[in-house]
């Protein structure tokens, strides 16, 4: 009987089936809260991440995925200590802080020392050498969605929480602080990475709530010198062993070619990494799991790969990138979830001339899901190490308006997860997985440089 | 030329000239933001409440007031000191609380024990001697104006926080934690009062945040044995000197009928007490002040009481009562803004019958600002002292629909207030102040008890 199915139609029909068995079951969900109850935050080198890497495995293993294992990766071990920041003048105020992953302690009885408000960086340069000696607070304000012409997004301001410390302490500063980049008003500080530039002394950084920024903004502002005292003990250890986690649905045809299905095991030290990643682990662990169970076996392979260290260093993206080099011109496209836990609303592309239209016509199914929307640009931070080789990078597009009001903060939680988004993301991804192993051609590939050099 | 101006003709101007005044001047949240920025949050027995106390003093004085003095009362004085909360099993989860305003101390080490979900106070009496040697943890989610039916509302599970400790204790109880009184979910916990009833075991109480609750609730219904740890060091120290702030427009033809504007000078111990109820404060005094400026001086006396201690104990409006109650007869009406920094939106008033009509015709040149609506019951904790002696009770009403996400928490500072809306608040006051001081007439007091008793 199955023989006499033309091939659209059987298509058809395993479409149906994928979208139906993504949207009835919310075992992702379920898994999503092990994940973040009983393990809780995955900060690079921490047991916990560990732990997180051992269940993951297992859980690949029992729903029959193949090829199943761990790819060993040396990640720094970070860890974040006691943390406290006080205004102790012209008044007395605790600051709600976070000190920023990567960043070296203050001395043992801490710092204490004036305040300077910059408002970006060239604001910084302008003020040069008068920072000396003081601690710098970099108060830029981001807006949802960047606001009304989307200029004011997380990445307006990502630098200075980057790079601001070794900015600042190349003029003199003895610290830095940064307004936290996020988008709510809950006195709710959000951590991240930073980068100390070589050569440049390294200054403790940490950012502080909205709310504190915007008093001691208020404070300078009205002339008054206002001193801040801080005490931030973190450790750096000597880097730890972790691994990225790796299960595949072996291809029919074409084994050799495969498309990854990419998302980050890792997560900040506080909250419980639900949003950020967790929800994108879940989601890539049950799109195979509904193939494999669904047995739909396309032509090429499809592998999932569990990331770690995203979130401060991006070890394991590189690892895969050098473990894989002489199979990344085999791997047809990446396709990554890391942004949040809302709808998903389609994909965004970076890859060769026609990808979109090739890419919006194999969406097509997830349009009633609201979730089948191409639009140009697009990937994530992990497969971004396979833009070289040419991989054609894919991003689930979510909508993210509420992403950055939890994003590295106490409640990146479970409670943020709608399952029913959930259930739609593992659609997009089991759908858009399938049909690029599926396909007859694959996706054009990103030029190289020296090709993209003439357009 | 005035005395050619008809009576309604020089009332509508005056009213023009109040509701202008309002508007056109930012004085009332300046104001508030000395108070939030340079002085600070103000619990009873605080340095910080004494010091606003003298602050509001002399700017009243400033403002040309009368009789403008300070009403001495001893008051609570609690102090928080550290508090620690962790999940110890299945898994380790530190959990984001504040200790209740007048708890005990747990033992010096600390309390360790299992803990029992109850939904409510109903639950923990069918719970019974189950709880015994446990901590109870009382779990019941408020919602946003009390959602779909308003019958969930803050309202709805204040009893958890107040009386929830000794319910426990009766049964065996170790400790209480309640799931914050707040309608956010930004890892926040909302502090506030609870009371320990006579003759039951006084246990150590605090809040913790919704995702915190959450997650034990969560682990707890998967039949794992939670484990809390809590080390919570508040002390209680002897009462503390404080007062009422006091000031006046002495009445033109009757000084000694009074209309009382009432708010709370005092609040809790985290954030800045800004929208609860620094915002009250302000709003109470920039009223007096624009009525004085514009030379409006009414039939009756307006008087401005900045209370103390409404938070955790009403001592100052339990003194207040008493130190006047040879007046209170003619205490025409008393109004309290104590419902956070939302837009104005009308008054809720408790009196006799008829009340409500006269103060809707009083209210008619607040509807273009969208505060003339009048509802049924209404009033303010530090007021309802008054309420024995059948002054009627006043609220500003006003949108509450994100009062209960800031409410009592580190997160309520001086953003949270709009200065157009405060703007509002004060013409409100300002207005419905004159008017009742003007009226030829004075409201429908309460009836007593007894007569009452026969409607």
Redesign the interface.
């Known amino acids: 009987m199955t023989l006499a199915i033309a091939p659209a139609a059987a298509r058809d029909d395993a479409e149906a089936r994928i979208l139906g068995a993504a949207l009835r079951d919310d075992r992702a969900h379920r898994r999503l809260?092990w994940l973040t109850?009983?393990?809780?935050p995955r900060l690079s080198g921490s047991e916990n991440l560990t732990r997180a890497i051992v269940w993951a495995e297992e859980q690949m293993r029992g729903d029959g995925l193949e090829r199943v294992r761990t790819e060993p990766v040396a990640v720094p071990h970070w860890e974040r200590g006691r943390e406290i920041g006080e205004i102790v003048s012209?008044?007395?105020?605790p600051l709600?802080l976070l000190t920023l992953g990567g960043s070296v302690a203050t001395a043992e009885n801490g710092v204490q020392a004036s305040v300077v408000v910059a408002d970006d960086l060239e604001h910084l340069a302008r003020l040069g050498e008068s920072v000396r000696g003081k601690i710098v607070l970099f108060d830029k304000e981001i807006l949802r969605n960047g606001g009304p012409d989307g200029s004011r997004g997380y990445g307006s301001a990502a630098a200075l929480r980057t790079r601001g410390a070794s900015e600042a302490a190349r003029l003199g500063a003895v610290a830095s602080l940064v307004r936290s980049l996020g988008t709510?008003?809950?006195?709710?500080p959000h951590t991240g990475a930073m980068r100390y530039e070589d050569g440049v002394p390294r200054i403790p950084s940490a950012a502080i709530a909205?709310?504190d920024a915007?008093?001691i903004r208020?404070?300078t502002t009205a002339g008054q010198d206002v001193q801040v005292s801080l005490t931030l003990t973190p450790i750096t250890h000597p880097d730890a062993e972790s691994a990225n986690v790796v299960g595949e649905l072996r291809g029919r045809e074409r084994p050799e070619e495969i498309v990854v299905l990419a998302c980050h095991l890792d997560s900040w030290d506080v909250?419980?990494g639900a949003i950020d990643d967790g929800v994108g682990c879940v989601a890539v662990m049950e799109a195979l799991r509904i193939l494999r169970e669904l047995e739909l076996r396309p032509r090429r392979t499809i592998r999932a790969v569990l990331f770690t260290n995203e979130e401060n260093g991006l070890a394991g993206a590189e690892d895969y990138a050098r473990r894989h080099a002489d199979e990344l011109a085999s791997h047809v496209a990446a396709i990554e979830m890391d942004s949040g836990a809302g709808a998903p609303l389609g994909f965004g592309i970076t890859a060769g001339e026609g990808a979109e239209v090739a890419l919006r016509e194999m969406a097509a199914p997830l349009r009633a899901l609201g979730a089948g929307e191409i639009r140009k640009g697009g990937g994530g931070a992990d497969i971004s190490t396979l833009a070289p080789a040419g991989v054609p990078q894919i991003g689930l597009w979510q909508d993210t308006t509420t992403y950055f009001?939890?994003h590295h903060?106490?409640?990146d939680?479970?409670?943020?997860v709608d399952a029913g988004a959930l259930a739609r993301s593992v659609a997009a991804l089991a759908l858009i997985g399938y049909r690029l192993a599926e396909a007859e051609t694959t996706l054009p590939r990103i030029p190289s440089k020296a090709e993209g050099a003439g357009n």
Not at 37 to 40: A, F, L, S, T, W
Not at 90 to 93: G, I, N
Not at 413 to 416: A, E, G, Q
């Open positions: 809260a109850d009983r393990i809780g012209p008044t007395r105020h709600a709510a008003d809950y006195r709710l909205a709310e915007e008093l208020r404070l909250g419980t009001d939890y903060t106490h409640a939680t479970l409670d943020k």
